[in-house]
């Protein structure tokens, strides 16, 4: 059964840096495996914003390219989401999945931005 688990969500002021963490388990992270960092803003739908691919590549939406970064390592199974130069309207629960092969999501990471 794989599991999904977020951390490093905290309060933040705006300009500031968090990194997320996604432990990984019933599943290896391997070179075929993208995996991708989803977040959901308060009454809003649940969106994709970065996606990394096995082979070193990466995509991100236009709203966090140049602020986030997102990188895996394969000996901890586990993916992580870099974000500097935080804004308010990055304010949502973070998730991780799978986008071709989409998983139970996990409880998600909370990350408040104030302004």
């Known amino acids: 059964q794989v599991r999904l688990v977020e951390s490093g969500g905290d309060l933040v002021q705006a300009g500031g840096s968090l990194r997320l963490s996604c432990g990984v388990s019933g599943i290896i992270l391997g070179s075929e495996v993208v995996v991708g960092w989803y977040r959901q803003a308060s009454g809003n739908q649940r969106d994709r914003i970065a996606y990394?691919?096995?082979?070193?590549?990466?995509d991100y939406v236009d709203s966090v390219k140049g602020r986030f970064s997102i990188s895996r390592d394969s000996t901890k199974n586990a993916v992580f989401l870099q974000m500097n130069s935080l804004k308010p309207e990055d304010t949502a629960v973070y998730y991780c999945?799978?986008?071709?092969?989409?998983?139970?999501w996990g409880q998600g990471t909370q990350v408040t931005v104030s302004s």
């Open positions: 999945n799978f986008p071709y092969d989409p998983r139970p």
């Open positions: 990394s691919y096995g082979d070193g590549g990466a």
